[in-house]
Nanobody
Framework: QVQLVESGGGLVQAGGSLRLSCAASGRTSSSYTKGWFRQAPGKEREFVATMSWTGGSTYYADSVKGRFTISRDNAKNTVYLQMNSLKPEDTAVYYC??????????????????WGQGTQVTVSS
């Protein structure tokens, strides 16, 4: 079993920055693909970014390219999401997700087996 715990959310003004962290636990989970999704009120959960355990495959949603950066520290079994130039439309609950390396590095929620509880990010205008 893999457990994911997000942290780092909060309230920030437009143009500001936040760094989300997701600590994973569970045997072999350091080799899992890990990604970030978000869900705004009344909207479906949407893909933000993902990275394979080697970092060789990294993908971003078009809406965050150039502003968000995903990174990971496999020794700490932690994945990060650095969010810069935040906009009010980035307001959402952000979820960390993980999937075994045997699965492809995907951008759909159904391609991830494990989820964190989410952390709220609110960007004020």
């Amino acid at each position: 079993q893999v457990q994911l715990v997000e942290s780092g959310g909060g309230l920030v003004q437009a143009g500001g920055s936040l760094r989300l962290s997701c600590a994973a636990s569970g045997r072999t989970s350091s080799s899992y693909t890990k990604g970030w999704f978000r869900q705004a009120p009344g909207k479906e959960r949407e893909f933000v970014a993902t990275m394979s355990w080697t970092g060789g495959s990294t993908y971003y949603a078009d809406s965050v390219k150039g502003r968000f950066t995903i990174s990971r520290d496999n020794a700490k079994n932690t994945v990060y999401l650095q969010m810069n130039s935040l906009k009010p439309e980035d307001t959402a609950v952000y979820y960390c997700a993980a999937t075994p390396p045997s699965r492809r590095v995907g951008v759909g929620p159904t391609e991830y087996d494990y989820w964190g509880q989410g952390t709220q990010v609110t960007v004020s205008s």
